[in-house]
């Protein structure tokens, strides 16, 4: 099941992200996938201040691979840009973040390939010119499917 958004600037995909992480709860997992400047972190930066984060706290952690911020629930921020196999994710401890407490949101989840649990939900980001993005938002699993259809499209 998949729902796609088309949002016309970065505070729409902001919201967006805010809207999604009233629907998630502790061990929910977010997959974030696009190019470069897609638009990514500013919605993770959405999820986070829907889970009670300052958004001004919220950073791509390109350097630092995983940041961890705590709001309503712990929320984990995992960019994966600079790992070059998944043999890397061990030495991060990507499989305790992704099966323990809080919310995971993973930006470049195409880099852990098969370390990904079947159960998630996947968002590719597309930028469609401009400001403008397509957001497919996909379900794995039926868990993640009651969260999809609860998305809404604002009109």
Known sequence: MSVEIITESPSETFNIGVDISRLLNDGDLICLFGELGAGKTCFIKGIGSGLGVDSRRITSPTFI?????????????????RINN???????????????????AVEWAEKAGKELPEERIDIEIFNIGGDRRRLVISA??????DIVKQIRIKD
Do not use: M
Not at 65 to 81: A, K, M, Q, S, V
């Open 65 to 81: 691979i995983i940041n961890e911020h705590r709001g309503r629930l712990r929320f984990y921020h995992i960019d994966l840009y």
């Open 86 to 104: 998944s043999s890397e994710l061990e030495g991060i401890g990507f499989r305790d973040y992704i099966d323990g407490d809080g919310v995971t």
């Open 140 to 145: 794995k699993g039926e868990h993640y499917e």
